[in-house]
């Protein structure tokens, strides 16, 4: 790539067009686009073994998965659910939208995840879930979460639209709380254009979710209760497995990209990686390269060092920033100052482009032109 060329933060890992073409070639003889057809229920069983957990279902997108598994659970309107700033706006809105209240919890600067020492004493009686988000692909403590869920009978829904395929002490990531949920949209490290998934042990769910996606339609003249449209159509699924064939390429080609970063920027003054390389019990997905960067130590804020990078046409974004609870659709109704340390990281951190085709020369290019700021 040339000097110019812009570099973007992400780029979405596509099959050939001709195996996707060859694909989708059987649609024409069928015609049949969606409802649940022969694609869909194959992704949903392939996903299910790659994911290994016991039930998947899938959906439209990430954000509708987690909407629905959060309605699934039937909470009573008004309910308090436990969740954190430094996230995605979907976190937050699909608990909000589920006419729920949002009760914040603060970060731990290391890994961006829910600090569960600090979730204890935000309970209340109206407290009846727990949301913490896989941040970056970094799991939350799912075992002291697990813990508190059950002295305190919360369920406990964990937003893992970054973590597909990660996996702690072996077992898939989604094996872990009440639901889990992935997304798989365009950006993500496994992509079905636009799409996403509610993992969960308990079948039930299965049929719940079935009638939460689907209008609630269980037969010509039946329909059982008020559900939404939330289904996967076919070129969506048929995406997603030739995808899925070439997911594990693509997250050893993200591991190297990773490599490069942490070998150049380690022992940069003032610059603090992602503590997740060096976990022995997680088997990561390199889905993002987050830094944090210390003013007072590298000379130049956040804010100058995404400008900078700008100019040189290399795309890092502030993700997350602003915290969720700072929006303006939330008009005086949270303070961002209770959760100090989400508010510090999301004004530090910058994440940097990461894909599995990034080249090594690109890399070099990032690297240097971060250095070079450096004060
Ligand atoms: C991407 C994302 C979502 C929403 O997923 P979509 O598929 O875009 O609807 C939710 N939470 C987090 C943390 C995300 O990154």
Sequence with gaps: MSQDERINVTRSSMPSYEEY?????????THWLTNMG????ELEQRLKGYLDVPELSLTVNGHMALELAIQMMNFKEGSEVITTPFTFISTTHAIVRNRLKPIFCDIKSDDGTIDETKIEELITEKTVAVV???????ICNVEEIKRIAD???????????????????GKGIGNY??????????????NTIEGGA???KEHHYYEKLYNLKNFGIRGEETVTEVGANAKMNEFCAIMGLCNLKHIDDEIAKRKTVYEWYCNRLEEVEGLILNKCCKEITITPNYSYFPILIDK???GISRDELRERLLQENIVARKYFYPLTNAFECFPDTYRVNETPVAQRVSREVLTLPLYGDLEENDADRICEAIIKCKK
């Design 21 to 29: 073409i060859q694909a989708i070639k059987p649609l024409w003889d």
């Design 38 to 41: 022969i694609y869909h229920q």
């Design 132 to 138: 913490p988000v896989h941040v970056y692909g970094n």
């Design 151 to 169: 002295k305190h009978h919360l369920k406990v829904i964990y937003d893992a639209a970054h973590a597909f395929g990660v996996k702690y002490k």
């Design 177 to 190: 709380g009440d639901a889990s949920v992935f997304s798989f949209h365009a950006t993500k490290v496994y």
């Design 198 to 200: 509610v993992a969960f």
């Design 296 to 298: 007072n130590k590298f």
